[in-house]
């Protein structure tokens, strides 16, 4: 199973950006969902997650302003992303539970900057 994230860029602080995630391959099963991020000289660390059923959880950080979701059909996920701040500047990745076994995409850069 292959994770491909798109959507990272340049973006002004207040601004949106909406990441995407599909997973491809021969997948079983695909179970919660997840997209990480990584600032320069900080740990990875959680965002958003979804479950296959559609139950979300989000970092304190970004509630209110993150929302992730899931079309199960696709085997997608997508997180969007409105009230950026110069501190969510990271690179973001998405990580999934498929066929049961952890699997990360390659991550997308997001600049939240004037």
């Known amino acids: 199973v292959q994770l491909q994230a798109s959507g990272g860029g340049l973006v002004q602080p207040g601004g949106s950006l909406r990441l995407s995630c599909a997973a491809s391959?021969?997948?079983?099963?695909?179970?919660?969902m997840r997209w990480y991020r990584q600032a320069p000289g900080k740990e990875r660390e959680l965002v958003a997650g979804?479950?296959?059923?559609?139950?979300?959880n989000y970092a304190d950080s970004v509630k209110d302003r993150f929302t992730i979701s899931r079309d199960n059909a696709k085997n997608e996920i997508s997180l969007q992303m409105n009230g950026l701040k110069p501190e969510d500047t990271a690179v973001y990745y998405c990580?999934?539970?498929?066929?049961?076994?952890?699997?990360w995409g390659q991550g997308t850069l997001v600049t939240v900057s004037s």
């Open positions: 990580n999934a539970y498929a066929n049961f076994r952890p699997v």
């Open positions: 391959g021969t997948i079983f099963s695909l179970n919660n």
């Open positions: 979804i479950t296959s059923g559609g139950m979300t």
